[in-house]
């Protein structure tokens, strides 16, 4: 048989739960929050300082490692590259600057009328921008000078600042035997001074033939100028030898 | 009566905070600076590095010079002691037997200050801070217009440089010309003292 409180209509009451209270709550937040921020000041202070050791650790490898660079390099090493490099930049500013003289002369030949006769000539170097070239010139007439000038200022190697001055006439006369004048002839001379732009006048290498073949030594004929002839040779000998070191 | 739990954790928070304020805050920047440094050291070393790399890449572009083309480039611009004030009148008075024209003389007649290059000049990436140092000798001969021509196209062939600075020639007598000159050769002039290395 069922006994009676267990057919009754009144629910059981379980063991009294006691309710927590608001003030007990808020309690268990602050501790919980305490305990985080104490384990994690901890566990920041540890990491801070392991990393803090490690990046000393890194430091000191990088200084290391730097100091280690500094010690492969070559002090010696760079003089040598740089002593190349400056001679081969010096080099080179020197050839570019190469002219050739000769060219001048055939520019002066080119340019010159069948009339005119060069009495002196200089040629003075200005740095490595041009010569100057100052020629004392006869000719016949003054027509002569003008048509000369011209021709200078048409040249393609000559500066067109040409000057021309000192302009004067006098008198050429053949004489005879005794003395007598046979015949004579008005000139005109005049000092021109012209300028050649450097990069008018560029050297340019071509084959040297006449260098680069060997020369060859003909032995000496003993006759009755051997003395003569060893003398002669013996310098050629010398040349030769010089010759391949020089030209 | 504030509970006695309540008192140690308002201290844990406490003791938290004045952890982090005296240590892990300044541990954080000093922890930074240290990276700095890291990260300059780093660079400089690969700055280094990268020096190092070149300067062997030049040694070896330097080596690679066959000794041939090396002694041709010592020939024409050799160093200050290797000009020679007595072989380069010999070598003039050759060149002049060659050219067949009549040898008068050949001396040395002195060296002059290398121009100095301008401000503008040394600012100019790849220009030259220091000019080769001339050297000037004094050439006097005679000889026909076609002989003097053949002159001085071997004085430009030479295997170093013999400039003409300065030409005189006079007519003498016939066809022949009594020419004087100055011709100039340069040495290498060195940038720095010896052994001396600037960083």
Known sequence: MP??????????RGPVKRKQSGSSRQVYIFTYISYVLMFSTLLATGGVFLYGQYIDKQLDEEIANLNTEIGSFSGEDLAKVTEF??????????????VSVASVFEALQSATIDTVQIERLS???EEDEKFVLTASILTDSFDSTIFQRGVFGRSDVISDEISIDSVDTNTTSNLDGGGAVVSSRPVVNFTAILEVPLENVP???????????PLTVTPPILNESATNTVETNSVDEESLEANTDTI | MIPKGLFAQIAMVVVSIAIIITYVEPAFGEIGEVQDSIAVYREEREKVSQVNAQLSSLLQTQKSVSLVDQNKLLTYMPDKENIDTIAVPRD???IALQAGVLYRSAAFAGTTDAPQ????????PGALTELPKPYNFTFAVEGTYTQLKNLFRLIEQNHYPLEVTELSIQNIEGAFLSVDMQLTTYAHQSALPANEIVF
Do not use: V
């Open chain 1, 3 to 12: 006994s009676s409180s267990d057919n009754s209509f009144i629910p059981k």
């Open chain 2, 117 to 124: 290059s301008t401000t503008d000049q040394a600012s100019t």
């Open chain 2, 92 to 94: 003039l008075a050759l």
């Open chain 1, 85 to 98: 490099d400056l001679r081969l930049q010096q080099a080179a500013f020197r050839l570019d600057n190469s």
């Open chain 1, 203 to 213: 050297y340019t290498p071509t084959a040297r033939p006449a260098a680069e073949t």
């Open chain 1, 123 to 125: 040629l003075s170097r």
